[in-house]
T-cell receptor
Framework: EDKVVQSPLSLVVHEGDTVTLNCSYE??????LLWYKQEKKAPTFLFML????IEKKSGRLSSILDKKELFSILNITATQTGDSAIYLC???????????FGGGTRVLVKP | NAGVTQTPKFRVLKTGQSMTLLCAQD?????MYWYRQDPGMGLRLIHY???????AKGEVPDGYNVSRLKKQNFLLGLESAAPSQTSVYFC?????????????FGEGSRLTVL
């Protein structure tokens, strides 16, 4: 059975700090790893990673995948209060029909 | 363009009652999913469908049934609600061919079973 574990469970930072979120996984036939941001309602897509060592970047957010050690990190630099959210990691099997999500990391950015 | 729409958004049930959650998408997506979200447990897949007339079990299917009679609609049914089914339910859809990973989510339906 596929397994996705995120850490930490939650963290509190101040504006301007840098945040690093971790996601480790076990999946039979790996296809991709995805990051989502969930504010008040529906999760929204951030990144999809398929290859090791290639950083994906969007503004102050970046993510990288290590397929050998089976983990990914999501970095947020110069955090803002709008970054407060639950960040979800998910893995997709090669069959490509569905995602398995981790428990999420709740991030609170204080002014 | 409405995207993915779930109804109802809130519902309170008594133990043993039945109900149906409706998910509608207007993006012509083949794949549709029902997830539940409980605190600290992320999203867990209940059932999914890879096309009209097809359904499959996910990670936590017990106590739920689904139907996909039309491509744009995916219904989730609770035949006899239990307090353990108190949760927030999310419907999602995606288009295969590329990765199915970029799911488009509805805004969620909060269900409380007393």
């Amino acid at each position: 059975e596929d397994k996705v574990v995120q850490s930490p469970l939650s963290l509190v930072v101040h504006e301007g700090d840098t945040v690093t979120l971790n996601c480790s996984y076990e999946v039979t036939n790996f296809r991709s790893l995805l990051w989502y941001k969930q504010e008040k309602k529906a999760p929204t897509f951030l990144f999809m990673l398929t290859s090791s060592g290639i950083e994906k970047k969007s503004g102050r957010l970046s993510s990288i995948l290590d397929k050998k050690e089976l983990f990914s990190i999501l970095n947020i630099t110069a955090t803002q209060t709008g970054d407060s959210a639950i960040y979800l990691c998910a893995v997709e099997e090669a069959a490509g029909n569905k995602l398995t999500f981790g428990g999420g990391t709740r991030v609170l950015v204080k002014p | 363009n409405a995207g993915v729409t779930q109804t109802p958004k809130f519902r309170v049930l008594k133990t043993g009652q039945s109900m149906t959650l409706l998910c509608a998408q207007d993006m012509n997506h083949e794949y549709m999913y029902w997830y539940r979200q409980d605190p600290g447990m992320g999203l867990r897949l209940i059932h999914y469908s890879v096309g009209e007339g097809t359904t499959a079990k996910g990670e936590v299917p017990d106590g739920y049934n689904v139907s996909r009679l039309k491509k744009q609609n995916f219904l989730l049914g609770l035949e006899s609600a239990a307090p353990s089914q108190t949760s927030v339910y999310f419907c999602a859809s995606s288009y295969p061919g590329l990765s199915t990973g970029e799911l488009f989510f509805g805004e969620g339906s909060r269900l409380t079973v007393l």
